[in-house]
């Protein structure tokens, strides 16, 4: 009986430090789409600049990334 405890006990521990050593060395990798203003009201002019970047949260800082080839919006299939 102590030595199914201890077995239990043992899985049960490397089960947990395989998980969080996992987390801890997880990186996220994020592409983001960052436009020039929050919010366009009506009168504001309509246009806005649209700034992509990739960051890397876990080292709080935005990667070099060349710029895209193309970039757009697609609506139902068309530009």
Sequence with gaps: MRNLKFRTVLVFSLV???LFGNMIVANAHFGMVIPSDDMVTQ???K???LKVQFIHPMEGGYMD???PAQFG????GKK
Aim: glycine letters at 0%.
């Design 47 to 49: 246009s806005i600049s």
């Design 16 to 18: 947990v430090v395989f």
């Design 73 to 76: 919006v697609l609506v139902q």
């Design 65 to 67: 990334m060349a710029k």
């Design 43 to 45: 009168d504001d002019n």
